[in-house]
């Protein structure tokens, strides 16, 4: 007989061991992402910032163009995928903190990367690549001041994520007992 404070559980549908691998392959996404919007903060746009306007504009252009490929997009659009689908594997334990915690990344994500590249950088993408790059434009430095912002903003949001992403999969493997023989097969 169950413990009255201890309902009984359902045997779960995925076993634990695929559960915590759909969740490292979230946080392992999260953490390329986040990499990659470091890069561009920590490196690129401090190069870029050393640039006359026609060789910001040229290069400015050639990165958004060269950035649109398959493999960025399984990244960029593939993460909240892998982070959907560790959460419903674990369907069954969303009143977890490490559960909610997942969730939280998953959503930091969706809104401060996805919505906000939609609704920053890539308006911003646009006015860079009309301009002529042997006539930009007198404010073309406020363009990539704010490029760059937005970009810093990327970032941090990518590397909160990450980061709740990876806290909430080492709370969740301390927390897992040990693994059965069912969960080993």
Not at 62 to 80: D, E, M, S
Not at 92 to 105: D, H, I, K, T
Not at 143 to 168: E, I, K, M, P
Request: charged share 10%; hydrophobic share 50%.
């Amino acid at each position: 007989m169950p413990h009255p404070t201890n309902p009984p559980t359902r045997p779960a549908l995925v076993p634990a061991r695929w559960q915590l691998l759909l969740h490292a392959l979230a946080a392992m996404s999260l953490g390329i992402m986040a990499g990659f919007f470091w890069t561009y903060s920590a490196n690129v746009n401090l190069a870029m910032q050393q640039m006359d306007g026609s060789t910001y504009a040229t290069v400015q252009s050639a990165f958004n163009r060269n950035v649109r490929h398959w493999l960025f997009f399984l990244f960029f659009f593939g993460t909240p995928v892998w982070c959907l689908l560790a959460l419903a594997s674990a369907w069954g334990e969303r009143s977890r903190v490490w559960w909610r915690s997942l969730a939280g990344a998953a959503v930091l994500y969706v809104l401060g990367i996805i919505f906000f590249t939609q609704q920053v950088n890539l308006p911003l993408n646009h006015t860079t690549e009309a301009w002529n790059p042997q006539a930009v434009p007198e404010g073309w430095t406020q363009v990539r001041d704010q490029w760059n912002s937005a970009n810093l903003w990327r970032t941090l949001a990518n590397g909160v994520a990450f980061g709740t992403a990876v806290l909430a999969l080492a709370a969740r493997a301390i927390a897992v007992p040990a693994m059965g023989a069912r969960d080993r097969a």
